[in-house]
Antibody, heavy 120, light 111 residues
């Protein structure tokens, strides 16, 4: 059974960082992309960026440049999303998803979501 | 607000056909493939349509997608109670440094 299992909910202080993991089960990221998307309360989905583990190349949405780092382990079974300089507006549910190489909108498997709350 | 525009809601009775629109621009739908997703309550989204009109294995042929110019549509024919869900569109946008953009989602209710 294919699953992307994300790490648990986090509560962070403004200015700190958060790192969320996404472990693949029954499927790998090899030859695919790992994408991160978030949804703030009452808002729509927002694409954050992606990594192609095979090449180790990442690209990020302009809104997150300088604050976001997306990585994957060498076995291409776990992806990571680290967001720094957190602010209250970063409170959201963060999702990982697998995408087909060259088709960034093709999110064929999704994680269950991780709630990140930024509060003082 | 979402870059792609979808109606917030749509409804139909069992067996009817429901169509959901997704409106964009020349930098996104006008030049790239559109993808559609279904999100059932308390579950992760599911890829429903890829490359405008293709169905992944296991998706019933009651679901169909189309694209024309800067707009796209998802049609559900023979509506069933289990189709009650949120549906959203996604596409690559070539503006600025590029990103995937999403529609705001359409809640389909089976009456």
């Amino acid at each position: 059974q294919v699953q992307l299992v994300q790490s648990g909910a986090e509560v962070k202080k403004p200015g700190s960082s958060v790192k969320v993991s996404c472990k693949a089960s029954g499927v790998t990221f090899s030859g695919y992309g790992v994408t991160w998307v978030r949804q703030a309360p009452g808002q729509g989905l927002e694409w954050m960026g992606e990594i192609i583990p095979l090449f180790g190349t990442s690209r990020y949405a302009q809104n997150f440049q300088g604050r976001l780092t997306i990585t994957a382990d060498e076995s291409a079974t776990t992806g990571y999303m680290e967001l720094s300089s957190l602010r209250s507006e970063d409170t959201a549910v963060y999702y990982c998803a697998r995408t087909w190489y060259g088709e960034s909108s093709s999110l064929d498997y999704w994680g269950q979501g991780t709630l990140v709350t930024v509060s003082s | 607000q979402s870059v792609l525009t979808q109606p917030p809601s749509a409804s139909g009775t069992p067996g009817q056909r429901v169509t959901i629109s997704c409106s964009g621009s020349s930098s996104n739908i006008g030049r790239n493939y559109i993808y559609w997703y279904q999100r059932l309550p308390q579950t992760a989204p599911k890829l429903l349509i890829y490359r405008n009109d293709q169905r992944p294995s296991g998706v019933p042929d009651r679901f169909s997608g189309s694209k024309s110019g800067t707009s796209a549509s998802l049609a559900i024919s023979g509506l069933r109670s289990e189709d009650e869900a949120d549906y959203f569109c996604a596409v690559w946008d070539d503006s600025l440094s590029g990103s995937v953009v999403f529609g705001g989602g359409t809640k389909v209710t089976v009456l």
